[in-house]
């Protein structure tokens, strides 16, 4: 029987027997608090039926709740040199594959369909912080077959991804998350639940993404692109912002702000996800005149 893999002593142990140093490139803080993986695997939807897709292993901990409860795991691990350990970490598992690569770059899709073809799926991860947003993006924009996203994050980007669209604390990527699907706060996590423990508190947040369309934007790359260039220039009047990049009359672009129902001179963090829509809907309108 291997020991817990939340047990400190054991991981430090199995990482000497490895000769296995932890990267700070590769955003290694792996978790030792003993609650927190059981509860993302149970709010994370790993359950029949449901088969995992895992971002960054580690040595195995969250991996292993995981495969406990659900009916396979799919695991994408970046760094090779863990590969050794989670032979033995992981030992007791068939219903696990780990699969070499950068999930920033690995075909998901394939991935999907080849490994869990009669099930439905979700993502359940401890991320490494420097690809949060940008793995967050991919996952939602390749419009994956994927029923919620469950992940570890910073404090500050659970914040901003769970941010209410229209409040200061949004951003760009609450827009975009908000696009795709809803996301809630699910609980905190302080640094010292992660050897070796990072300079931030986390939280884990859970994505729950929309089966259809739900928004009905005309144009998704205009709707994206004003989105961008809006929250580039935050403390902006929108207005102005728009119609130079688009290079409108401000006087046209006022009109269109009309049509949708804005107040002239608000800002982009200001707007609704609704607003937001109408908005680039009409935009859309007068350019394809
Ligand atoms: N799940 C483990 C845990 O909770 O203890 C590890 C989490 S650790 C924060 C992030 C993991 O992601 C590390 O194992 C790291 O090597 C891996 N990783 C980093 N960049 C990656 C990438 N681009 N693709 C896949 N895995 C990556």
Same mark, same amino acid.
């Given at each position: 029987?291997?020991?817990?893999?939340?047990?400190?002593?054991?991981?430090? =142990?199995?990482?000497?027997?490895?000769?296995?140093?932890?990267?700070?490139?590769? %955003?290694?803080?792996?978790?030792?608090?003993?609650?927190?993986? $059981?509860k993302?695997?149970?709010?994370?939807?790993?359950?029949?039926?449901? %088969?995992?897709?895992e971002?960054?292993? %580690?040595?195995?901990v969250?991996?292993?709740?995981?495969?406990?409860?659900? &009916?396979?795991?799919?695991?994408?691990?970046?760094?090779?040199?863990?590969?050794?350990?989670?032979?033995?970490?992981?030992?007791?598992?068939?219903?696990i594959?780990?699969?070499?690569?950068?999930?920033?770059?690995?075909?998901?899709?394939?991935?999907?369909?080849?490994?869990?073809?009669?099930?439905?799926?979700?993502?359940?991860?401890?991320?490494?912080?420097?690809?949060?947003?940008?793995?967050?993006?991919?996952?939602?924009?390749?419009?994956?077959?994927?029923?919620?996203?469950?992940?570890?994050? =910073?404090?500050?980007a659970?914040?901003?991804?769970?941010?209410?669209?229209?409040?200061?604390?949004?951003?760009?990527?609450?827009?975009?998350?908000?696009?795709?699907?809803?996301?809630?706060?699910?609980?905190?996590?302080?640094?010292? /639940?992660?050897?070796?423990? $990072?300079?931030?508190? /986390?939280?884990?947040?859970?994505?729950?993404?929309?089966?259809? =369309?739900?928004?009905?934007?005309?144009? &998704?790359?205009?709707?994206?692109?004003?989105?961008?260039? %809006?929250?580039?220039?935050?403390?902006?009047?929108?207005?102005s912002?728009?119609?130079?990049?688009?290079?409108?009359?401000k006087?046209?672009?006022?009109?269109?702000?009309?049509?949708?129902?804005?107040? /002239?001179?608000?800002?982009?963090?200001?707007?609704?996800?609704?607003?937001?829509?109408?908005? /680039?809907?009409?935009?859309?309108?007068?350019?394809?005149?």
């Amino acid at each position: 029987m291997i020991p817990e893999l939340t047990d400190i002593n054991y991981i430090k =142990q199995i990482m000497e027997n490895h000769g296995f140093h932890v990267s700070k490139a590769l %955003g290694q803080n792996f978790l030792i608090n003993p609650t927190v993986c $059981p509860k993302i695997a149970e709010l994370g939807n790993a359950k029949k039926n449901f %088969g995992i897709l895992e971002i960054g292993t %580690g040595v195995g901990v969250l991996t292993a709740e995981l495969a406990k409860r659900a &009916e396979k795991v799919v695991a994408i691990e970046l760094d090779e040199k863990l590969f050794s350990i989670l032979d033995e970490t992981l030992a007791e598992f068939n219903n696990i594959k780990i699969i070499h690569g950068d999930a920033m770059k690995i075909d998901l899709k394939k991935i999907i369909a080849e490994e869990f073809a009669d099930l439905q799926v979700a993502v359940c991860a401890n991320l490494p912080y420097y690809i949060t947003s940008p793995l967050i993006m991919r996952l939602l924009e390749e419009k994956l077959p994927i029923k919620t996203i469950t992940v570890m994050v =910073q404090k500050e980007a659970g914040q901003r991804l769970c941010a209410p669209v229209g409040t200061r604390d949004s951003g760009a990527v609450t827009v975009a998350v908000a696009y795709y699907g809803e996301a809630k706060k699910l609980f905190d996590v302080t640094r010292g /639940s992660f050897l070796p423990a $990072p300079k931030v508190d /986390s939280m884990v947040i859970q994505i729950k993404l929309y089966p259809e =369309q739900h928004w009905h934007v005309q144009d &998704e790359n205009l709707f994206f692109r004003i989105i961008k260039i %809006g929250f580039s220039q935050r403390r902006k009047q929108l207005c102005s912002v728009l119609a130079n990049h688009f290079n409108i009359p401000k006087a046209k672009m006022l009109a269109i702000f009309e049509q949708a129902n804005i107040i /002239s001179n608000t800002r982009i963090e200001a707007l609704t996800m609704q607003e937001l829509v109408n908005l /680039s809907n009409f935009l859309y309108k007068i350019i394809n005149q």
